[in-house]
Each structure stands twice: as structure tokens, then as C-alpha cells.
């Protein structure tokens, strides 16, 4: 749903949209004050749940949020909002890719993790590795040696492996540092191009909407 406008001008002519769970319907909203002065949304025609004549701004948001809550718990949409869609406005905006996150070189294990990221990638269609294949790989050996050490790490070979297993904690921690820096320069390049920020919303908005007419299940969420 739009936000509130800033100024009275535009709530004469603003209109707001709602669509949420399994709602056929795009429920309109005009603008209207209470005898307080406070503002108001009056929904134009009613729809289940929505059957007062006006609503709060935080009535509605106790409706929409979780319902938008439920919608992106999925591992697949988390990581197109968290890095897919991000880059995608980032280029919108600036016509350039954000930086930040790329393969890198890790200290330890990195030719298993290079091949492995290779592997997987390959075997899921997509050909090239990229840094996310190396992550997760680091992270999936991590586990291991993890399990390996424990309660021996004092004696050989767990105490060189132990050594190993610090030295790759520290590469993923700077991996993902490198990946939160490069979402939020994203995020801040966006953000400063102020002739072009309301597009990126309203590409958000349409992106978001999409989603709005299917009910919020993983299952309809994984395809």
C-alpha cells in the first residue's frame, strides 16, 4: 500500500491501493479527516475485514504486516529481496551494477571450495560460479570440521585443523561483511539519486504487487 503523502495538496488527489491474502479485489482508499483532524483512509467499497467506513494509517498496518511477514518467509524470495531485487533497482536507477560481493580467494580450502562452487553451480544449470556457491560451501565445510574437532582439538591433526577452522570463520565473516556493505552501498546509491528515487518505488510497488494476488504459502512462493 502507497504512503501517506506529504502534503495537502496531494491527499486531495492521492488514491491509495490495497491488496492483501486472498482479497479478488483492489480496495480503494481516499484521503478524509476525523473530527480530531487527524488523517483517514475511507475505503470506497467494502471487502472481508474491511467493513468500517475509515480506517488509521496503523489500523491498516496491523492487517498488512503480517500478512507481508508470511509472504516472505521463503528462502527463495528472502534472497531475491536481500540481493537479487536490490542490484536489479541499483541498475534501474544508476545503469551501473553495485559492488561489493564477488568470488574471492580464502585462505584455507580454497581449491575445494572453488571446485565444489563449480560443481554445484553447474549441476544446477547455471554454469559459472559465483560468490554465493562459495559461501555456501564454506559454510557446509565449516560444519564439518566443526563436528571433527570437537573435544580433540588439542592433539594432531585436529589441532592444525582447528587452526584451519578459525582461519576459514574469519574468511566467511569478511565474505559476508563484504556482501552487507555491498547491499547497503546499493541501497545508499539508490537513495542519492533524487531524481529517480519515486521510480524506484513505484518498480518496488509493481514487483511487490505481483505478489499480492497469490496467497501466501511457500509453495506458491518456490515457483
Known amino acids: 500500500m502507497a504512503t501517506f503523502p506529504s502534503t495537502p495538496e496531494t491527499k486531495k488527489s492521492d488514491r491509495q491501493l490495497l491488496k492483501i491474502r486472498e482479497m479478488r479485489d483492489i480496495l480503494e482508499f481516499d484521503f478524509t479527516s476525523g473530527s480530531d483532524g487527524t488523517d483517514l483512509l475511507r475505503p470506497l467499497k467494502t471487502a472481508p475485514g474491511f467493513e468500517k467506513e475509515s480506517y488509521r494509517a496503523n489500523d491498516l498496518r496491523r492487517e498488512i504486516e503480517p500478512w507481508l511477514t508470511a509472504l516472505f518467509q521463503s528462502e527463495h524470495l528472502s534472497l531475491l529481496v536481500g540481493a ?132 501466501g504459502t511457500s509453495v506458491v512462493l518456490h515457483y
Open 84 to 215: 537479487g531485487l536490490t542490484t536489479a533497482v541499483h541498475y534501474h536507477v544508476t545503469g551501473k551494477l553495485p559492488g561489493g560481493f564477488s568470488c574471492r580467494d580464502y585462505a584455507t580450502f580454497n581449491t575445494q571450495i572453488k571446485a565444489e562452487a563449480i560443481r554445484s553451480a553447474k549441476e544446477m544449470g547455471r554454469g559459472e560460479a559465483n560468490p554465493e556457491d562459495q559461501l555456501r560451501t564454506a559454510l557446509r565445510i565449516v560444519d564439518g570440521l566443526r563436528i571433527l574437532v570437537k573435544g580433540s582439538s588439542e592433539s594432531e591433526p585436529w589441532k592444525s585443523i582447528a587452526k584451519d577452522l578459525a582461519t576459514l570463520e574469519n574468511d566467511i565473516s569478511t565474505a559476508i561483511e563484504a556482501l552487507i556493505s555491498g547491499i547497503l552501498g546499493a541501497e545508499r546509491g539508490v537513495i542519492s539519486q533524487e531524481e529517480r528515487r519515486e521510480e524506484a518505488l513505484v518498480m518496488l510497488v509493481s514487483f511487490l504487487m505481483s505478489f499480492a494476488s497469490r496467497t
